[in-house]
């Protein structure tokens, strides 16, 4: 949860309200004591939001999108040939 002062709520409103769109929890502030909590309306925040704010998955790094695995990074041909490949190799194991 964001902690914001109430200063900053009254000199950027539309900011924050954009934040609590996003999916994110604001703690109002005023002089450091709590007064006032906003939440995303959960009948409009999408699934992942969701997941996230109830601690079910994280959300993407600031960094972007992970570095893929070497192995995974080209893309087959026809997917369904590197599937029965894939189940070739499991049953002669």
Do not use: C, F, W, Y
Not at 66 to 79: A, G, R, T, Y
């Amino acid at each position: 949860m964001e902690t914001i002062g109430l200063r900053e709520l009254n000199q950027n409103p539309s900011k924050a309200v954009a934040r609590v769109r996003a999916g994110v929890s604001i703690l109002v502030t005023d002089r450091g004591e709590p007064v006032l909590r906003m939440v995303p309306e959960l009948g409009r925040v999408d699934p992942l939001h969701r997941m996230v704010m109830a601690g079910e998955v994280q959300p993407p790094s600031e960094d972007g999108m992970p570095d893929l695995i070497d192995e995974l990074s080209e893309l087959p041909e026809n997917l369904g040939k590197l599937l029965v490949a894939d189940r070739d190799r499991e049953r002669n194991r």
